[in-house]
């Protein structure tokens, strides 16, 4: 029998045993085309015609997370390649000792591995070319393209781009393959399934004093990021990162160690077959550690960006809600919009329908550390780097009232003595909000002004997608008006819906607005100085709707394409790994049968194992996320959001999906095995 003939007869004979690796290689590939297909399908074509440059981002961001993906699915191959070497080394012993010659032991080695690589390389191209599609107009719903042209398109690039990573990793695998055989004995491959693998901590007592040292230094360092995290610099923030990954290690090396112990003192460690499952957990613990503090801190990743992913993304959304009520806002220094505009031959009067222009002012009497006065030190606290010193924007109640009817909001009621707040900055009004409902008050031209409402006013006078204002305070036009007040205008707003009303048509305007005053509207972006001297803030309705729609498809892409990818490597490996120490179980529940414990104490006790290696390290990554989570959460309230809520319940769901497959799979697949 050729060597072809015998690995195609050994895959059929031994498939249990690939299934899961299979499995697993065909999700990878798929994964991997659908992706990398995104930016050549026909339909993507309609999307980057739309004029939203953040197909582009997407592409780019995507082609560079994928090399990252092959480097991942590259080692999962091979470290899972590794277990079905490992099932198989007396196998191999028995074909050496029958006469064969190691180059023909490997030969058929390298036959199999190219049958499974090209098999599934096959079936799942075919699941990515079909997936891609879905995908594709998934993509251009997001990017509000019309699918109604839609296509079937095959991505030559993408299907060439895989093909040729995957290959490289079969051809690292061939040789892993070839140089393991080489270097066993006959003895070795022989007595392959007698041999435990060599235990880490071998000392009880060192394990317990090593388990408890690596708690406290994850403790310590996930409260220190997650409580702490926006004040740490650089170089700390670093050394918490090493000392987590550290204390992981340490903590998965002596954890075997410690949990024997301490299972073993409780009173019902000798009911049933518990002695066996903890028996079993631990040795497999003590011999995976490596592997299994690995899984974990990618799980901490995986479910890090699915929960903040996805609240990011439904934050955007909800704000995109209601975020364009009119065509443009402009914010212009030291000249009138109208006047700017004019001076650059593009006449108010010519594109806009209404408009509304309005002075900005601002007072030294009035900053923005006065309008969190009781509250002021705790604020410097939390934001050492503040300027609680810079003036705070203000508004006169009528001049506000008129954007409040531009944007079709309720209009502000302020007495002659009151003031109120309008922002939508979180981060801010978490300081804001009790200092108004401690009655904080301003003093401004010697009289005191109050609060109007027990709270800050949700609001914004610029459109954005994100966080659009540091705040304004609103008072009433008499307090400003006043010939002795202190108050100077700063800016002015120019709020304007267009002529036009169509899509196309705004996009029109837009670029003859741009085309003038782009420069300074860029300059202002990146903290710079105008080319002109003046400054400029503009955002219209086209830009905030395709801006918000881009960051959330990114953001939504990358998220699952990373995040999909680590928890199928971690289950794979965990799977692969009980499946290959099921085999040398066999002997053990043939004991057990022996002794007398039934087909259930049977299978609850393999059900337990099993369960206890995929919970363990789920259970480290989600106590470190939630700390982790928090440490984020600071983050992203820089630009309004508060909640992760959202996508913590999309993590859990897609845990549940992929994970939870796995184990079920694991479970039934050592069932068999066993049995």
Not at 24 to 50: R, W
Not at 272 to 294: D, E, I, K, P
Not at 346 to 362: H, R
Not at 377 to 405: C, G, P, Q
Request: aromatic share 12%; hydrophobic share 50%; proline share 1%.
């Amino acid at each position: 029998m050729n060597s072809f003939k015998l690995a195609l007869k050994n895959i059929r004979k031994s498939w249990s045993d690939y299934t899961v690796y299979f499995l697993t290689l065909i999700i990878g590939v798929a994964i991997f085309y659908m992706f990398n297909s995104i930016g050549t399908q026909g339909i993507m074509e309609d999307v980057s015609k739309s004029g939203n440059d953040k197909v582009k981002m997407l592409i780019t961001a995507i082609e560079v997370v994928s090399v990252a993906v092959a480097v991942v699915l590259g080692l999962l191959i091979i470290y899972a390649n590794n277990f079905l070497i490992k099932r198989r080394k007396k196998e191999f012993g028995i074909y050496l000792l029958l006469g064969m010659s190691k180059k023909k032991v490997s030969k058929i080695l390298v036959c199999e591995t190219c049958i499974v690589g090209a098999v599934s390389m096959l079936v799942g191209l075919l699941v990515g070319i079909f997936g891609s599609q879905f995908l594709s107009i998934i993509v251009a719903k997001m990017f509000a393209v019309d699918v109604t042209s839609y296509t079937f398109s095959i991505s030559r690039k993408a299907a060439v781009i895989t093909v040729i990573s995957f290959i490289m990793i079969f051809f690292v695998v061939l040789l892993f393959n070839t140089g393991t055989i080489s270097k066993y004995k006959l003895i070795d491959l022989i007595n392959a399934e007698k041999k435990g693998e060599k235990q880490i901590i071998k000392n009880t007592k060192i394990s317990i004093v090593l388990f408890i040292v690596s708690m406290i230094i994850l403790v310590i360092a996930y409260i220190r990021i997650g409580i702490y995290g926006n004040r740490i610099m650089g170089r700390e923030f670093a050394f918490l990162a090493g000392l987590i990954v550290v204390g992981t290690f340490v903590m998965f090396w002596s954890f075997a160690g410690f949990f024997q112990s301490v299972m073993s003192r409780n009173k019902g460690y000798k009911k049933g077959l518990n002695s066996f499952v903890v028996r079993q957990f631990s040795g497999n613990m003590n011999t995976s550690a490596f592997s299994f503090a690995l899984i974990s801190l990618l799980l901490m990743a995986a479910i890090c960006a699915f929960s903040s992913g996805f609240s990011f993304r439904t934050y955007l959304n909800k704000r995109l809600g209601n975020a364009t009520p009119v065509d443009l806002t402009m914010r212009v220094w030291s000249v009138k919009p109208t006047e700017y505009l004019a001076s650059k031959g593009i006449a108010v009067d010519g594109w806009a329908k209404e408009y509304i222009e309005l002075p900005v002012y601002e007072s030294n009497e009035i900053t923005i550390g006065d309008t969190v006065a009781p509250v002021l030190e705790e604020a410097k606290k939390t934001f050492m780097h503040a300027n609680w010193e810079s003036t705070e924007n203000v508004m006169r109640l009528s001049d506000y009232n008129k954007i409040e009817r531009a944007f079709g909001r309720e209009e502000l009621k302020v007495a002659d003595d009151q003031y109120a707040v309008v922002s939508d900055f979180d981060l801010l009004n978490q300081f804001q909000i009790p200092s108004i409902k401690q009655g904080n008050k301003f003093n401004v031209g010697g009289k005191e002004y109050g609060p109007a409402y027990d709270s800050v006013n949700y609001e914004y006078i610029l459109m954005s997608g994100l966080t659009a204002s540091m705040g304004t305070i609103v008072l009433p036009d008499a307090a400003v008006d006043d010939e002795n007040s202190s108050f100077r205008v700063d800016s002015y707003l120019l709020i304007a819906d267009y002529k036009t009303s169509d899509k196309t048509g705004r996009y029109e305007t837009d670029a003859l607005i741009m085309d003038q005053v782009g420069a300074s509207v860029e300059a202002a972006d990146n903290g710079e100085d105008a080319p002109d001297g003046i400054n400029i803030q503009l955002s219209t309705k086209n830009q905030v709707e395709d801006a918000s729609i881009g960051i959330s498809v990114i953001v939504v892409f990358l998220v699952l394409y990373i995040g999909v990818v680590f928890v199928v490597a971690c289950a794979a490996i965990i799977a692969l790994k009980l499946l290959s120490d099921s085999i040398d179980s066999i002997r053990k529940f043939r004991i057990l049968t022996r002794i007398g414990a039934g087909e259930d104490m049977r299978k609850k006790a393999l059900f337990m194992q099993v369960l206890m290696n995929f919970l363990l390290p789920l259970i480290s990554a989600s106590f470190g996320s939630i700390f982790i989570l928090v440490f984020i959460k600071g983050l992203l309230a820089s630009v309004g959001m508060v909640s992760l809520g959202p996508g913590i319940a999309v993590s859990a769901l897609i845990m549940l999906l992929i994970y939870g497959g796995y184990f079920l799979t694991t479970y039934e697949g050592c069932r068999k095995i066993i049995r």
